[in-house]
């Protein structure tokens, strides 16, 4: 789950849903299913707010989407990277979204350009449970067997 700029939170499930409730009626204002429900395992494993309200929502099938939250489409898809399931997602600076998944990788994503521009692999061979940006061009990734990772990125 993930709580976004205006208060909204984003509730994903393992039956493929995100929910977008509204925090101050206690009401979901919106239900998303993911694109890719029906397929091998289904369900959403993972979700993040970035820029301009869009969503980022990892599922159990290797893809994540870009959401807008306001229209309810999916904007951009990245698919195909690895054969795991994505475990996490966090967006940084000038739209870059690192995606990390359950064999230890982690994509930076440009949602501008839409391409990968890197891919860094845990050291210890675990799978990412968590990332986050920081200042300076840091980017910390978490692993299964309780890592953490500092890498030094560019940002644009």
């Not at 499930?13 to 694109?35: C, E, F, K, M, V």
């Not at 993972?46 to 309200?53: A, I, L, W």
Request: glycine share 14%.
């Amino acid at each position: 789950m993930a709580f976004g700029p205006d208060g909204t939170l984003a509730v994903a499930d393992q039956n493929g849903g995100t929910y977008l409730w509204n925090t101050t009626t206690r009401h979901i204002s919106a239900a998303l299913t993911d694109p890719s429900d029906g397929f091998a395992f289904g369900g959403v494993s993972t979700v993040t707010f970035g820029p301009g309200g869009t969503l980022a929502a990892g599922d159990f099938n290797d893809n994540t989407y870009l959401w807008n939250t306001a229209t309810r489409h999916v904007t951009q898809t990245l698919t195909g990277l690895d054969p795991n399931a994505v475990s996490s997602v966090a967006f940084g600076p000038g739209g870059i979204l690192a995606v990390g998944d359950y064999s230890g990788s982690t994509y930076l994503w440009d949602t501008a350009t839409k391409h990968i521009t890197a891919t860094l692999t845990d050291p210890a061979s675990q799978g990412v449970d968590s990332i986050a940006f920081g200042p300076g061009g840091i980017l910390a990734t978490g692993d299964a067997s309780g890592n953490t990772f500092m890498w030094k990125i560019a940002y644009r």
